[in-house]
């Protein structure tokens, strides 16, 4: 017990080692002079007979029940655990949670001061707020733990600082973050609005409305100025479709009788919506769309590998042949056959890419549903324009703000630490029920 | 049964069952065990058994004649007469009257389970199957209140039973060596033909009991001993000290419940027992010891042998 005592250079909860003074005590008691147990009994006269009767009243001064020990021992676990011993050489760290808005809002002007050169964004006006707070947990040896919401999942790095790449707006607008879900202690939010969390802490940039760009309907752009929306005719900012994949036709070619070729269909929607179509993925691309390669089909059917299968969806039915390896099954599938085989997964989408197992519709049964059904998958995978913010996101959001976070309750290695005082109270649990067993049965005679 | 927690402060041991209380099934109980115990008599008609009804044979009627019996147990007048085969049955003469002894002294309250609840139960037993086999049962209780020491009832039909629980509601373990308080009494029952005395059997020696015995009785002793007094080792963890209080006497006596003094007083306890057995065996008294932890059901079957 000492050599413990002397390897351990810090407790958790100090105060908790006075607990040692209740097994401590039920012991001494326990060694005290106790009356034997009284039980009637008819059959005395044996006992009475019996050789080699022992004088019981030393021996019970010096014996502990079983029982008894038991519960001294599981108190002294107890009172470990709530003292929370910490081994040597580690000292008490704690794990600070960063989480970044990174919302379209975040990354518009703030200006610090007026005659500042290139005013800097909401962000970095929110971490200039934090960065005296942070470095003080930096200096303590408290680890900073950087955590953004994206939309296919949370990113989170260990880092000092944020990730340069994270002071960048994302290409596709991403939402704020579920703050009711990370209102925890040792937890700082980087945001633009005031919130009231309860044990998290709070860098708020504020700022002024900033008006701007706001949407786009075909080649005209609309503008806020900061009371009202202007329809600026022509002037929508350059947006681009990529299509990669596919053999390159003219708009009104068609292969075989019957067949279309989703190309031409991409090329309408885009002329439709004002965009035009790129040569390749650029800042001005709101959309890419991968078709298989020209050769992949043609190499698959001749090697028996294409299918041609029969899918639909949103009332409209069509024929394909499809490679069915050009696409891995996994989430943010949007259409998918059935064959013999299972599964095979015909579109993929997500923000900004389309990904597609088929180039042509060798048939196709509710031209309208497809075009109305395609055209809501395009328009709600294209990315945003770029410079495009939306109102809400423009406006104003008050003063700048501060606020420290609650302390974590522990350290990122201290989850292990953590689990030393858990181990210590089950064990105390168990060995108080393992005594209570025991007492209960040596009275319920 | 609800147990109390043995003070260690006092000097009293207080009795820890010391009345009696039937369980709210204990007539269905009683009821059961006298069908099972009615079948099994069945079972023993006419084959030479004597557990049920003591000695004698009388002729109760006739039943048909099952293939493989033996041919010489048919009655060939019936045959004659009604062209089917009949046999005899006869039934071994019941001994009309029957007395159980039931010790209620303060060693009877040791439990749990209690002796006493546990005697009480069995005595019910006994009467029971008594007035199915149509005897007419005495129940005698020791009792330190009474001038005789002594409480009776009598019980002549099934009705009688709610009385009997009754009475043996009422008992409450007390007063001393009620063994021989009772075979005082039962020496004044001369026509009883099947006697039972229940008790814990350790105030009296065997010797004391045989002159009970008589021409025609038969005798059933059963001893009812608490798990603590059956099996100390099991029943009191090893290493505590215990002072045993005899309840009828006040003596007290301390024991450190080590190994060599449980395997001691098991050494002892079997060699009382056996003592029991090798003289009631010699006067042809039937001896059964079971600790108060066994099912009344499962005494009172093996004090019919069945």
Known sequence: ?445 | MPWRRPSRRSTEAPLQAPGVVFPADFARRLEALDLRLIGARERCEGAGSAAFLGVGEEFVGYRPYRPGEDLRRLDWNLLARLDRPFVRVMRREAAQHWAVLLDASASMGVGPPGKLQRAAEVVAGICRVGLSAGAEVLVLASDPDTARRTASLRVRTKRDLARLLSFLCALRAGGASGSRQLAEAARAHTQVGRLFLCGDLFDVEPEELSGLARRGRELVWIQILAPLEWDPARALPGGEAVEWVDPESGERRTTALGQPALEAYARALEGRLAAWHQSTARHGIAFHSWSSARSFEDIVRAAFRA
């Open chain 1, 1 to 445: 017990m000492d050599a413990l005592f002397a390897s351990l250079t810090s407790w958790a909860r100090p105060l908790g080692l006075l607990a040692f003074a209740l097994p401590l005590v039920l012991a001494l008691r326990a060694r005290l002079r106790r009356r034997p147990l009284a039980r009637a009994s008819g059959t005395l006269r044996l006992w009475s007979e019996l050789a080699g009767e022992v004088e019981a009243r030393s021996r019970a001064r010096r014996k502990i029940p079983a029982h008894l020990l038991l519960k001294i021992l599981a108190l002294a676990a107890g009172a470990l655990a709530l003292a929370g011993p910490r081994p040597a050489g580690q000292p008490e760290r704690a794990l600070w949670r960063v989480l970044v808005d990174a919302s379209p809002s975040m990354f518009l002007p703030r200006p610090v001061h007026p005659d500042a050169g290139q005013p800097p964004t909401r962000l970095a006006h929110a971490l200039e707020l934090a960065r005296p707070f942070l470095e003080q947990r930096r200096a303590a040896g408290d680890t900073i733990l950087w955590t953004r919401h994206a939309p296919a999942g949370e990113e989170s790095v260990v880092s000092d600082s944020i990730p340069k790449s994270w002071l960048s707006a994302p290409r596709a607008s991403w939402p704020e973050p579920v703050w009711s879900a990370a209102d925890r202690p040792g937890t700082l939010w980087i945001t633009d609005k005031r919130r009231q969390p309860e044990r998290a802490g709070l860098a708020v940039s504020g700022g002024a409305a900033v008006p701007g760009p706001i949407g786009v309907q075909g080649t005209t752009r609309f503008d806020w100025d900061g009371q009202r929306i202007l329809a600026l005719a022509g002037q929508a900012p350059a947006r681009e479709l990529f299509v990669s994949g596919g053999t390159a036709l003219a708009l009104d070619e068609r292969g075989g009788e019957g067949e279309i070729r989703l190309r031409s269909f991409l090329e309408l929607w885009a002329a439709e919506r004002g965009i035009s179509l790129g040569s390749e993925r650029n800042a001005r691309t709101v959309l890419e769309v991968s078709l298989p390669p020209s050769t992949a089909l043609s190499t698959a059917r001749s090697a028996g590998q294409s299918l041609e299968l029969a899918f639909g969806r949103d009332a409209w039915w069509a024929r394909a042949l499809v490679d069915p390896r050009a696409l891995a099954p996994g989430v943010g599938v949007w259409l998918e056959a059935r064959d013999s085989g299972g599964r095979v997964p015909l579109v993929r989408a997500a923000r900004g890419r389309v990904e597609l197992a088929f180039e042509r519709l060798l048939e196709l049964r509710g031209d309208a549903a497809f075009a109305v059904s395609w055209a809501k998958l395009l328009d709600g995978e294209s990315l945003s324009a770029p410079g495009l913010v939306a109102v809400e996101e423009r406006a104003a959001c008050g003063p700048a703000h501060f606020a420290a976070p609650q302390a974590p309750s522990s350290s990122p290695a201290g989850t292990s630490n953590s689990s030393l005082d858990a181990w210590l109270a089950g064990l105390a649990a168990l060995l108080y029920t393992l005594g209570l067993g025991l007492g209960r049965r040596a009275t319920a005679v």
